[in-house]
């Protein structure tokens, strides 16, 4: 025996029925009295939604059965309602407004190192400012119960309006509700949280630790999984620190660039030091390293190079070539 047959009435149902009755009843209700199709029939949809998601939840259930409405909107199941729209997306697979992200945004940090860094390898702090669910009232916003279908949109989230463009002739415009920034609901300001003032989330400050290891490089990342911000309902995305070092950019002194060393070096010509200063430049240097020879070793004899003459060198052996493997014609005897 029920208590109250309210939701069961709603949907145009049984109390005994069944989860495929309930299905079908829900999803014929809500196509008909979605906002999309019908915009002055909010509240009707939210009813609809409320009831299917008490009715679909086994616990919800039997605690409305026993203890109607009332039981359910003092939290014994989990308290208060969620959105209609989600509850139509999560049926639908989409379709009512864009389904909200599960997780949230990434974010990403430019962390400057020095070469020195990138070499020998560092341990940077990175201090950041980042959104994270309220301890106090753990992410409700207020008491538990307390939050209410936004009467401005009827809990859509979003607003319809009508706008007269000329004689006979309107445009329906459709907006985030202002009331409710969308969310679908709104708690009354004597029941908010005092400590995230009905927003459910609260900015905290974190310190990282960033473990630059030896070889990394410029613009090569490294992710904090799940260290982003949060939000009731989201996973955290994470935070990415890319490592920004090189020159840098020309009237962009903010930017930098790859950074890049190219080393010229330019070998002495013979002679260049008397024999007496060759000497002590011997002395300078660590003992010369005695080579035994072998059998399987070559003399050969160390010329200047030429680079002019290491040209054609190439080029004359690339036309000795062609010849080898394309003869060029000549005059040829044809007999009868």
Do not use: W
């Amino acid at each position: 025996m029920v208590k109250e047959t309210t939701y069961y009435d709603v949907l145009g149902v049984k109390p005994n029925a069944t989860q495929e009755e309930l299905k079908k009843a829900y999803r014929k209700l809500a196509l008909k009295y979605h906002p999309d199709k019908n915009p002055n029939e909010g509240e009707k949809f939210k009813q609809i939604s409320q009831a299917y998601e008490v009715l679909s939840d086994a616990k919800k259930r039997e605690l409305y059965d026993k203890g109607g409405e009332q039981a359910i909107k003092e939290g014994g199941a989990g308290g208060g309602f969620g959105s209609p729209m989600d509850i139509f997306d999560m049926f639908f697979g989409g379709g009512g407004r864009m389904q909200r992200e599960r997780r949230g945004k990434n974010v990403v940090h430019q962390l400057s190192v020095t070469l020195e860094d990138l070499y020998n390898g560092a341990t940077r702090k990175l201090a950041l400012q980042k959104n994270v669910i309220c301890d106090k009232c753990e992410g409700r916003g207020g008491k538990k119960g307390a939050v209410e279908c936004c009467p401005n949109c009827r809990g859509t989230g979003m607003q319809i309006r009508i706008h007269q463009i000329g004689p006979g002739m309107v445009q329906q415009i459709q907006s985030v509700c202002m009331e409710c920034q969308g969310h679908g609901e709104r708690i009354s300001p004597k029941d908010r949280c005092k400590s995230c003032n009905g927003r459910k989330i609260v900015r905290e400050k974190k310190i990282l630790e960033v473990h630059i290891d030896k070889g990394m490089k410029d613009g090569q990342k490294i992710t904090f999984h799940g260290e982003g911000d949060q939000e009731p309902g989201l996973e955290p995305g994470d935070i990415k620190c890319v490592l920004n070092e090189g020159m840098p950019i020309y009237r962009r002194p903010y930017e930098k660039g790859r950074l890049i060393i190219e080393f010229k070096v330019n070998f002495p010509e013979n002679g260049f030091l008397s024999p007496d200063k060759l000497s002590l430049l011997e002395k300078l240097l660590p003992e010369r390293k005695e080579v035994e020879e072998t059998d399987e070793m070559d003399q050969v004899e160390l010329v200047d190079f030429d680079p002019n003459q290491e040209r054609r060198r190439h080029y004359n052996g690339e036309a000795y070539e062609d010849d080898e493997h394309h003869p060029r014609g000549g005059v040829q005897c044809q007999t009868s």
